[in-house]
């Protein structure tokens, strides 16, 4: 029973799939905006493929770190939730959920969403009919933002691809602190290399990685989009706030904010992507090793997980505080 109680507790410090958003408010919000006239649902999105294969991401994090591994596997046993030194992704026994406190079905940490403890979306007034979708979000996001140090640009991105989730993948059920911690840990938040997202959510100046020239610890993927993207001709580079190599974006590039471009360096387009290639293969992300796998398949490195893991822990409990 000590063993089984210490387990419990850990597992209730770990973070959550479904931290912040009641999935009811959500609903209305959307419901709203959709008889308010608000495109919510890109076409790009409701058109996307399904790629047969994950491309996976050999991207650089904040400030040049390169990663290191091959996607599709953890070097060891190749699966999340099994590292002897402490990375999580399921309950003893291999049980995904969680123990009493938490979200049952959910990931660890979570507490129930009764909007009286967690934070919500707006309501459904605030939701505005032209510009930027993700501007109707802009009180929540302002809140959040200054809460947990974020832009607020850059909360209203990850807040809009959440709900427009829960209406095209809603068994994903995908959380924007997942977002916002992969954003934190691939440029802090559109920020690496002296860069800034400007009011409509485009870093600038444009953010590049290092060159995939397989240095490093990098991998070797020589130039596919003829530097369309990347502005490299030799190698290719991941791009924009949440590092996407040339490949991966033009499988799953969405143009969130309907302006005509899926671009890399937008926030919108960039989170609103990054949520659909975390949702493939039919995951519900409030199963841990649904979780991580997903994260995993972003880029296949134990330490580089962990530092998501943590980050979308420690988001999710001070957005509640």
């Given at each position: 029973?000590?063993?089984?109680?210490?387990?419990?507790?850990?597992?209730?410090?770990?973070?959550?799939?479904?931290?912040?958003?009641?999935?009811?408010?959500?609903?209305?919000?959307?419901?709203?905006?959709?008889?308010?006239?608000?495109y919510l649902v890109p076409q790009a999105l409701q058109a996307a493929p399904s790629p047969s294969a994950s491309p996976g991401f050999p991207l650089g994090a904040a400030g040049g770190?390169?990663?290191?591994?091959?996607?599709?596997?953890?070097?060891?046993?190749?699966?999340?939730?099994?590292?002897?030194?402490?990375?999580?992704?399921?309950?003893?026994g291999g049980l995904p959920g969680g123990p009493t406190g938490g979200v049952p079905g959910g990931l660890p940490g979570t507490v129930a969403p009764t909007g009286a403890v967690g934070a919500t979306l707006p309501p459904t007034g605030a939701v505005q009919t032209g510009g930027r979708p993700a501007d109707a979000l802009a009180g929540w996001a302002g809140t959040m933002g200054t809460r947990l140090g974020i832009p607020v640009v850059a909360v209203q991105a990850y807040g809009y691809a959440e709900l427009v989730l829960q209406r095209t993948t809603p068994a994903c059920r995908l959380s924007w602190t997942t977002l916002a911690a992969l954003g934190k840990i691939e440029?802090?938040?559109?920020?690496?290399?002296?860069?800034?997202?400007?009011?409509?959510?485009?870093?600038?100046?444009?953010?590049?990685?290092?060159?995939?020239?397989?240095?490093?610890?990098?991998?070797?993927?020589?130039d596919t989009d003829r530097g369309a993207l990347d502005q490299d001709t030799t190698y290719d580079r991941a791009v924009g706030p949440m590092q996407f190599i040339p490949a991966t974006w033009n499988s799953y590039k969405v143009d969130a904010d309907n302006n005509g471009v899926a671009d890399p360096n937008d926030i919108d387009d960039a989170s609103m992507t990054a949520a659909t290639y975390l949702c493939q293969g039919g995951r519900d992300l409030t199963k841990p090793e649904a979780w991580w796998d997903s994260i995993l398949s972003y880029n296949a490195v134990r330490p580089y997980a962990q530092k998501v893991?943590?980050?979308?822990?420690?988001?999710?409990?001070?957005?509640r505080s």
């Open positions: 029973m000590g063993r089984v109680g210490r387990s419990t507790a850990a597992w209730a410090k770990r973070p959550s799939g479904r931290l912040i958003v009641p999935a009811v408010i959500a609903i209305l919000l959307l419901g709203a905006a959709g008889a308010a006239g608000a770190l390169p990663s290191v591994g091959q996607p599709g596997g953890v070097a060891g046993s190749g699966l999340p939730g099994v590292d002897p030194n402490g990375l999580p992704g399921g309950l003893p440029s802090s938040h559109g920020a690496a290399n002296g860069a800034v997202l400007s009011t409509d959510g485009t870093a600038m100046p444009p953010i590049f990685g290092l060159p995939l020239d397989g240095k490093g610890g990098r991998q070797l993927i020589p893991f943590d980050a979308a822990n420690d988001y999710g409990r001070r957005s």
